[in-house]
């Protein structure tokens, strides 16, 4: 079934409180960026990706002034084709960055039109066998107090997580240190805890 369209938008999602991380420094903002397919019978692939508080107009300028048109009247179920098409003929701008970005959020609409088609969900046509995913809730928490922190956890644990992640690399070695320390007391010595 040929692609009938591709569409793309850019979102920029304000935080209404700053993170931190010890890669990004401070994060204000998101940028999304989603592409919708159609194909000529109307079922539609939805896919995204993200930058951090730069980037996006790139990523949705490659979406829609590059790969829009090589993607049109292509048949939307050689999704292998397709990336090899898209690399190729962005591959001399990066082989990263935003180029990389806008071909996932693509991809990701290719699958997810596949799987409408199918009606089936994504993971069994991927051929997963369990639709149970083992999931962790991770903030951007670096510069939290411990307070934020312990309070964000115990949110996650709400919503029924039963594993986190936090954010390391503070400045000084025995913050980090603590801070782990105060999270495993919190959770308690068998929960799972993960550190970035």
Request: aromatic share 8%.
């Amino acid at each position: 079934m040929p692609i009938r369209e591709v569409l793309a938008d850019h979102y920029r999602i304000p935080l209404p409180v700053p993170l931190s991380d010890s890669t990004h420094g401070t994060i204000r903002s998101f940028d999304i960026v989603t592409v919708r397919l159609r194909d000529a019978a109307g079922a539609e692939g939805v896919g995204y990706t993200y930058t951090v508080g730069a980037g996006g107009a790139a990523v949705h300028a490659l979406v829609a002034r590059d790969l829009a048109p090589l993607l049109a009247g292509r048949d939307a179920e050689r999704i292998e084709e397709l990336w090899q098409a898209m690399w190729w003929a962005l591959h001399y701008g990066g082989r990263g960055g935003a180029q990389a970005l806008a071909i996932s959020a693509v991809d990701i609409a290719l699958w997810d039109l596949r799987a409408r088609r199918q009606e089936m969900p994504l993971w069994r046509v991927l051929g997963g066998f369990d639709p149970r995913v083992p999931c962790y809730a991770g903030g951007i928490d670096l510069d939290f107090p411990l307070d934020a922190l312990l309070r964000q956890t115990d949110e996650n644990l709400a919503k029924g997580f039963r594993a986190i992640k936090m954010k390391v690399g503070r400045p000084r070695l025995h913050e980090d240190v603590d801070r782990v320390r105060a999270m495993r007391g919190h959770l308690g010595a068998g929960f799972p805890l993960m550190v970035d």
